[in-house]
């Protein structure tokens, strides 16, 4: 795990949140020769011209994800710090970015991590870990890709 610093220009002075496709860009430039997936974590907020934020944001089988900490905290919405609450949205939302990155869609099941989460709360109600036909296809484009 390497920190680096926020991407120049990332910042929505309007907005006030960075925007997420500019720090995936710049995760992207800098993959290492050996990595097989990254996974960026920002702690901020992110946004998308066409969302008011995003958890996270990640190339649909590509190589790079990122993830959002501000809003998985409950300071954000107002509330007393939970931390293992904080790391278990955390767990959950890198795994469906990566999820992603590994060329998986959004799952219909409600309990399924690949499920989409628009607010905390979703986040909250999925389960932390891929139904069988999210891992399934998990399986199999990871088998294939290290072949
Ligand atoms: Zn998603
Ligand atoms: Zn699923």
């Given at each position: 795990m390497r920190p680096r610093a926020v991407?120049?220009?990332?910042?929505d002075e309007k907005r006030k949140q960075y925007v997420s496709t500019k720090i995936l860009k710049a995760i992207i430039e800098e993959v290492?020769?050996?990595?097989?997936k990254v996974l960026g974590v920002i702690d901020e907020d992110l946004c998308i011209p066409?969302?008011?934020?995003?958890f996270g944001e990640a190339q649909l089988g590509g190589v790079g994800a990122v993830v959002a900490l501000a809003r998985l905290r409950q300071e954000f919405h107002g509330l007393d710090p939970d931390e293992p609450l904080f790391l278990e949205r955390l767990h959950k939302e890198c795994l469906h970015e990566l999820g992603h990155a590994y060329g998986l869609i959004h799952c219909h099941?409600?309990?399924?991590?690949?499920y989409l989460s628009n607010t905390v709360f979703d986040v909250d109600r999925k389960g932390r870990t891929m139904c069988g036909a999210c891992s399934d296809i998990l399986l199999a484009r990871t088998k294939r890709s290290s072949s």
């Open positions: 991407p120049a220009g990332s910042f290492p020769d050996d990595a097989g066409i969302l008011t934020f995003v099941h409600p309990e399924c991590v690949m």
